[in-house]
T-cell receptor, first 117, second 116 residues
Framework: AQSVAQPEDQVNVAEGNPLTVKCTYS??????LFWYVQYPNRGLQFLLK??????LVKGSYGFEAEFNKSQTSFHLKKPSALVSDSALYFC???????????????FGPGTRLSVLP | DGGITQSPKYLFRKEGQNVTLSCEQN?????MYWYRQDPGQGLRLIYY???????QKGDIAEGYSVSREKKESFPLTVTSAQKNPTAFYLC???????????????FGQGTRLTVV
């Protein structure tokens, strides 16, 4: 089965500094990777997804993600953090379920980002 | 205005009761999903459906049931057999592409269920 790991429960960064939220993956075949953000008591919002061949993917709200095949990583980045970026971030991968007919999304445990003013 | 609507936002259940959470989408998506979110555990898949009248169990289906009678609707029933139902429940939908799987999921705003 496909899986993703987010090694940091919490990331703290000062406003205006660059931020990185880490994600590593374990897949058989092509990786279909996604990043989502969740604000308190809300659903998940899609930020960006990996497109085969693009090692740097640009997404919503100034976020981007760097894909590294040799390190099996898909880290989320932003050049200059805002206080409003404080939220819970999830990395996800598409998974074949059981008989290859079913597809679903497998999520990492989440990383809480705090941007300090 | 396209999207996914979950209702109610908050739900309280007494011990031994069944409750049904609503999920409706107008995105014309074939695939729909139910996830449970507990603090510190991320999202866990309960059930998913690729097409109408078909659904598959996820990783934590025990104590839950679903139906998919219409493309736009995927209600989740939390039965009395679910021993610890207090959680945040999220419904999602996506385009179903069996060959290329790079279509993202769209989420509703969630239902917070509390057992009283």
């Amino acid at each position: 089965a496909q899986s993703v790991a987010q090694p940091e429960d919490q990331v703290n960064v000062a406003e205006g500094n660059p931020l990185t939220v880490k994600c590593t993956y374990s897949v058989s075949g092509n990786p279909y990777l996604f990043w989502y953000v969740q604000y308190p008591n809300r659903g998940l919002q899609f930020l960006l997804k990996y497109i085969t061949g693009d090692n740097l993917v640009k997404g919503s709200y100034g976020f981007e993600a760097e894909f590294n095949k040799s390190q099996t990583s898909f880290h989320l980045k932003k050049p200059s953090a805002l206080v409003s970026d404080s939220a819970l971030y999830f990395c996800a991968v598409r998974d074949f379920h059981r008989d290859n007919y079913g597809q679903n999304f497998v999520f990492g445990p989440g990383t809480r980002l705090s941007v300090l003013p | 205005d396209g999207g996914i609507t979950q209702s109610p936002k908050y739900l309280f259940r007494k011990e031994g009761q069944n409750v049904t959470l609503s999920c409706e989408q107008n995105l014309n998506h074939d695939a729909m999903y139910w996830y449970r979110q507990d603090p510190g555990q991320g999202l866990r898949l309960i059930y998913y459906s690729q097409i109408v009248n078909d659904f598959q169990k996820g990783d934590i289906a025990e104590g839950y049931s679903v139906s998919r009678e219409k493309k736009e609707s995927f209600p989740l029933t939390v039965t009395s057999a679910q021993k610890n139902p207090t959680a945040f429940y999220l419904c999602a939908s996506s385009i179903f592409q069996p060959i290329t799987m790079n279509t993202e999921a769209f989420f509703g705003q969630g239902t917070r269920l509390t057992v009283v």
